[in-house]
């Protein structure tokens, strides 16, 4: 029996019973997809634009692109979400040791010390597109097993060097702990229960606490104070 494969009315929308394969692009007013849209891999979805470009990759090109090359072209993406309840839009970044392409769970266990995603700044510096000013890591550490996954950020920023050298500048461990690599300096006055307590390996680095609206340097400081019958 003959099936329909195309139905186009008279308000001239096409609709297709069946996918779609473009292999030169497709351009102009797509409509609403009420399926699954696909991508083929090797191949990039270019928004707001007609190129794809390749940046911070290395040889290769990111699948989704959001592209602008005027001042009011803000080249955003929005994650939002409406609904009357608590919650929010989403960045989800997931990692498996799977080798091909599966449903969530029944993949590959990772490993601890895998990065399950990162986000990277990066500038053109004259030369070429891959070059890194900072960016935000998401690692793991300890026992990874069913429901548990422990997490670190890693914070990174790039020397003013030639080359630039990215270095860890922050990290927080799946204890809470923060783990500066240089000096921590607060720049305005702290109010509060006080900070909390800190080890440094290395003499250069030192907690600094300072007040540029302050011109007598005995107005601010680090207190100590006790209290107890010992």
């Not at 305005?188 to 302050?214: I, M």
Request: no cysteine.
């Amino acid at each position: 029996n003959a099936t329909t494969a195309l139905t186009i009315n008279a308000s001239q929308n096409a609709t297709f019973a069946g996918s779609i394969t473009a292999t030169t692009g497709i351009t102009g007013t797509i409509g609403t997809f009420s399926g699954d849209v696909t991508v083929a891999d090797g191949s990039e979805l270019a928004i707001g634009h007609t190129q794809s470009v390749q940046a911070g990759r290395g040889s290769g090109k990111a699948a989704l692109q959001v592209l602008g090359a005027a001042s009011g072209d803000k080249s955003a993406m929005l994650i939002g979400n409406y609904q009357n309840g608590t919650a929010g839009g989403s960045l989800v970044f997931y990692k498996s040791r799977n080798t091909t392409v599966v449903n969530s769970g029944s993949g590959t266990i990772i490993t601890t010390g895998d990065q399950i995603g990162n986000i990277v700044a990066v500038g053109d510096d004259g030369v070429d597109p891959d070059t890194e000013s900072s960016k935000i890591e998401f690692d793991t550490e300890g026992t990874i097993a069913a429901n548990r996954v422990p997490g670190v950020l890693r914070f990174h920023t790039a020397t003013n060097a030639a080359p630039g050298v990215m270095t860890q500048a922050l990290k927080l461990d799946s204890s809470q702990k923060a783990t500066f690599s240089g000096a921590v300096q607060i720049s305005k006055n702290t109010t509060g229960t006080g900070l909390p307590s800190a080890t440094y390996t290395d003499e250069k680095y030192r907690l600094l606490v300072s007040n540029p609206q302050l011109t007598n340097n005995a107005e601010y400081g680090i207190g100590f104070s006790s209290y107890g019958n010992e």
